[in-house]
């Protein structure tokens, strides 16, 4: 009596698990097709959502040679950066790191060692040298993000962004 119990509850367990099996098996290959409708407007969403994300990137570069501009009239004037200046490199910074995370790219520093092979890589004597550097490449770099395509990534707009980064902290900090 035992003995057959035990075997009715083997076969139940066998039984199941081929169910499991099968069921599990069928679900892979069965995935709901969408209606072509459906698939047509979500790929003019998700060309869309390109285009403005591209665009907005475009907008970056370009209010970051602006600011780098206003920066650079503002220092040559003052021989100083005020508090509204202060202000003007913290969200000159933040369009740097927002354009440098859609371009992929990564700090230039974050593997911990100085690279050397990039030319934009300069030691700063004082602040209004770096002010100038900072006007010329936010200038370049707008003029790069304008040369690409919303399915490109360039490593020159990466290295200007990187470069970006460094001449801003220098001139927050005052070190290279």
Excluded: C, W
Excluded at 66 to 90: A, G, P, R, T
């Amino acid at each position: 009596m035992i003995y057959s119990f035990y075997r009715f509850i083997f076969i139940l367990f066998l039984f199941m698990a081929s169910i499991v099996s099968v069921k599990a098996q069928s679900d892979k290959g069965e995935k709901e097709e969408l209606p072509k409708g459906i698939k047509e407007t979500l790929v003019k969403h998700r060309i869309d959502r390109e285009k403005k994300d591209y665009e907005e990137l475009l907008q970056r570069g370009e209010e970051s040679a602006k600011l780098s501009e206003e920066l650079d009239k503002s220092f040559v004037q003052n021989k100083i950066l005020s508090s509204e200046d202060q202000k003007k490199l913290e969200r000159l910074e933040k369009l740097l790191k927002k354009i440098r995370e859609e371009l992929g790219g990564k700090d230039s520093n974050s593997s911990g060692k100085d690279d050397d092979s990039n030319p934009d890589d300069v030691k700063f004597s004082s602040v209004s040298d770096a002010v100038d550097r900072l006007k010329n490449v936010s200038r370049k770099l707008s003029e790069e993000l304008k040369k690409t395509t919303r399915y490109t990534i360039s490593t020159v707009a990466v290295q200007s962004s990187n470069t970006l980064f460094k001449i801003v902290r220098f001139i927050r900090i005052g070190k290279n």
